[in-house]
Structure formats: C-alpha cells, structure tokens
C-alpha cells in the first residue's frame, strides 16, 4: 500500500513538473500568452477535479433520472457555447437549442447503448453517461456551426428567401436552400477529422477502452458504432434545432426576426 502512495505522489510530482518546464519554456521564449495558458490550465485542472467527484457520486447513485438530470445539466451548458459560437440570443434560442441536443442526446444513446450492451445495462451510469457525454460534444460543435451559417446566409441572402416566396415557394421550401448549406458546412469538419481518424490521430475514445482493458477489436467496433452515432445524432439535432428555432424567428408575415447579437 505504501509502495502504491508512493508511486502516486511521484507521478503527481512528474506532472507538476510538466508544468513548471511549459512556464520556463514560454519564459524563456517571451510568450506573452503565458498568463492565458495557466489560467487555462488550472480551469481545466480544476473542473476535471470537479466533474470526476461527481461522476464518483454519479455511479454511485446510478439513478436513471438522475443520470436524465446530468444530460440536461450538460444540454443547458452546451446551448449557451452554441449561442456564442453562433452569436444568437440565448433568451429567444435557450429552448429550441437544449430541447434538440437533450432528445437527440438520449434518443441515439439508447439506441447506441442497446447495441453495444444487454439490456439489463443499458441504463448503467457507467455506460449511459460516457456515451451521451460523447454525442452531447460531438453535437455541440456541429449545431454551433450549423446555426451560425443558417442565420449568417439569410441575414445575407435574404432576397433568395424573398424570390423564392415571391415565386409561390412555401417556408419551408424557401428556407431550404439555407438549411442544407448550414449543414454541408457543419459536417465537413466531422467529416474530415473521421477521414483519418486512427492513421494521423488515435480517438480518445478508443485509448481509454484499451486502458481500461478492453480488447483492441472489441475497443475499434465500439469506437465504430458511437462514431456513425455522433454523425447521425449531429445530422439529426442540427435539423431538430433548426426546425425548432425557425419557429421562433420569423413573425406572421415570414419575416425574419432579430435573434443574433448586436456585436
């Protein structure tokens, strides 16, 4: 046990010292970003520290409605990251934006968890948290970009949206054009990250399997399935979203209201 703390405490003390050699470096260099990398890292340091006690209560609990609640929690964060990465208003975008991550989230969980594990353990916080945590990111860069480009080109090209309307087009054929280019634009950087995914880059996902224990066959065809989730799950909410918030953002008469920020 002894031989155990002591070989903790000196990995502990290897990584601090990782570190203090990154902050000599960037002294030495004159880095003037070296502020923002410590503060980076000490707030990523800090809310891993925060998130992985919780996680520990989390299995523990290993509640389905408490592990809904996490998703939720984790959907509200995300929708306030999509709406500053599209620079939207999170007052008129919040619901439609975490009503689209939350039900694509646990929709293709379940699918995904039914696949991959028995059905006994589906539910398992062990399991359901990693995977909804996994499409929750995923989605979240995918929604980000896609809602971005959708307001930028109308807000752009509104007299598209207006000829097509003017031509005897439908809102929904209108605004169509629109949707598929915010799509294309938000798949494409999935797309060609999953393009050498395993030849130029190891997924995350697949190393903690393998450090974990699990076979390296077995490991790749369960990185395989979440994937192809991710990429279906991020089509879907993207489409959710918009249909959602296009909802929100045109008045009676198919104008389109003000939903980015003034900035």
Known sequence: MEANHFFLYLSYGLVALLVVALVYVSWRIRLRMLHTVLVSIGRMAGQLLLVGLYMKWLFLCNSIWVNLLWVVL??????????????????????????????????VGLYVLFLLFRPAAML?????????????GCMQQVVGVALGEYYRSLRHNGQLYDYLLGNG???????MPFVRQAVEKALQPLLASLSVAGILSVPGLLLGQLM?????????VNVVVITLASVFASVVSVLLTLY??????????????QVWTKR
């Open 169 to 175: 087009a439908t809102h929904l054929e209108a605004v």
């Open 74 to 107: 984790m959907a509200v964060v995300a929708t306030v990251s999509v709406c500053r990465q599209a620079r939207l208003r999170l007052g008129r975008m919040w619901l439609p934006v975490t009503v689209g991550l939350v039900a694509t989230t646990v929709g």
């Open 124 to 136: 398992d916080a062990r399991y359901a948290v990693p995977v909804w945590g996994v499409l929750l």
């Open 212 to 220: 974990g224990g699990v076979m390296p066959v077995d490991a790749a």
């Open 244 to 257: 959602l918030a296009d909802r929100r953002s045109f008045d009676c008469y198919g104008r389109l209201r």
